[in-house]
């Protein structure tokens, strides 16, 4: 309907209907003070001998074709020239694992060749190639048979590289958490703790209180003023330290028939113990 412009030469003169899906084009033609984008639209149609048809949903089929182009469909058949059959027999790994399930050989299955197993390239965190772990020696691929690439010829048998990798892999992970320990303040909490939550918005909201710990790292918190309750986990915290509550003097307690030295002593010795308060 936004694109009658594009069709003035075809609507004039005749008698034009609108299918439409949108209820408030057909309720806009009753209404008494229209406006807006339709109130435009209808200005338009005012030349025109027009009928607006409210079909909803699925029923508007008419205006779904004329929102769409029409486009000739063309099919293309592709056709591959393949024998999967042939194709599975030509695959050395495929045709091993197929002899050895017929023949319930299960022998068989070490003949094939595991990439993972034959990764040469040392791990930093265990200070062994995977080759080595598995074989305890590095044991030539297929492609080094080839090229005739001798081995690493290792004493170690497959144990002893095994328990090195062990403890090589728990000293990588002590040093890691060591380095992570450096930057984290561990800070304990308890039932009855008041805390601050760290929040995107503003730095801080709360305090709250502990209510419940679930467990090491998730607590139950509730406000004490509204008395909602809500599930956090224990980085989202921070240890909240109130102020406080300061001592109000009573100034009866003070003789002002006393000279000012008395009373200026008096006033000193009372912010003394106020201070040794906080």
Same mark, same amino acid.
């Given at each position: 309907?936004?694109?009658? +412009?594009?069709?003035?030469?075809?609507?004039?003169?005749? +008698?034009?209907?609108?299918?439409?899906?949108?209820?408030?084009?057909?309720?806009?033609?009753?209404?008494?003070? =229209?406006?807006?984008?339709?109130?435009?639209?209808?200005?338009?149609?005012?030349?025109?001998? +027009?009928?607006?048809?409210?079909?909803? #949903?699925?029923?508007?089929?008419?205006?779904?074709?004329?929102? *769409?182009?029409?486009?000739?469909?063309?099919?293309?058949?592709? #056709?591959?020239?393949?024998?999967?059959?042939?194709?599975? +027999?030509?695959?050395?790994?495929?045709?091993?694992?197929?002899? %050895?399930?017929? /023949?319930?050989?299960?022998?068989?299955?070490?003949?094939?060749?595991?990439?993972?197993?034959?990764?040469?390239?040392?791990?930093?965190? /265990?200070?062994?190639?995977?080759?080595?772990?598995?074989?305890?020696? /590095?044991? =030539?691929?297929?492609?080094?048979?080839?090229?005739?690439?001798?081995?690493?010829?290792?004493?170690?048998?497959?144990?002893?590289?095994?328990?090195?990798?062990?403890?090589?892999?728990?000293?990588?992970? %002590?040093?890691?958490?060591?380095?992570?320990?450096?930057?984290?303040?561990?800070?304990?909490?308890?039932? #009855?703790?008041?805390?601050?939550?760290?929040?995107? *918005?503003?730095?801080?909201?709360?305090?709250?209180?502990?209510?419940?710990?679930?467990?090491?790292?998730?607590?139950?918190?509730?406000?004490?003023?509204? #008395?909602?309750?809500?599930?956090?986990?224990?980085? *989202?915290?921070?240890?909240?330290?109130?102020?406080?509550?300061?001592?109000?003097?009573?100034?009866?307690?003070?003789?002002?028939?006393?000279?000012?030295?008395?009373?200026? %002593?008096?006033? %000193?010795?009372?912010?003394?113990?106020?201070?040794?308060?906080?």
């Amino acid at each position: 309907m936004f694109k009658k +412009h594009m069709f003035d030469f075809i609507c004039f003169g005749r +008698h034009v209907r609108f299918f439409t899906d949108l209820k408030p084009i057909s309720t806009l033609e009753k209404s008494k003070e =229209p406006d807006g984008r339709l109130f435009k639209l209808f200005l338009k149609l005012q030349d025109l001998d +027009h009928e607006i048809i409210y079909y909803p #949903g699925i029923l508007n089929k008419t205006a779904d074709l004329l929102s *769409r182009p029409n486009v000739q469909i063309s099919k293309l058949d592709v #056709g591959v020239d393949i024998d999967w059959q042939t194709e599975q +027999h030509k695959d050395k790994e495929l045709s091993v694992i197929l002899i %050895a399930i017929k /023949t319930n050989n299960k022998n068989r299955l070490n003949e094939l060749e595991k990439s993972q197993t034959w990764k040469q390239c040392i791990e930093r965190s /265990t200070g062994y190639s995977p080759n080595q772990i598995i074989f305890g020696k /590095t044991k =030539p691929s297929q492609d080094d048979c080839k090229l005739e690439i001798e081995a690493d010829k290792s004493c170690e048998t497959r144990e002893e590289v095994q328990d090195k990798v062990k403890s090589n892999n728990e000293r990588s992970q %002590a040093s890691i958490k060591q380095q992570y320990d450096k930057n984290v303040k561990i800070v304990e909490f308890k039932v #009855g703790d008041l805390v601050l939550l760290v929040n995107t *918005r503003q730095k801080f909201i709360g305090p709250y209180e502990i209510f419940w710990q679930i467990n090491e790292v998730n607590f139950e918190i509730i406000d004490p003023k509204q #008395g909602k309750k809500q599930f956090v986990y224990r980085n *989202r915290m921070q240890k909240y330290f109130g102020r406080p509550k300061a001592k109000s003097i009573d100034s009866s307690d003070l003789d002002w028939q006393d000279d000012k030295v008395t009373i200026a %002593a008096r006033i %000193a010795r009372m912010r003394q113990l106020r201070r040794e308060e906080l």
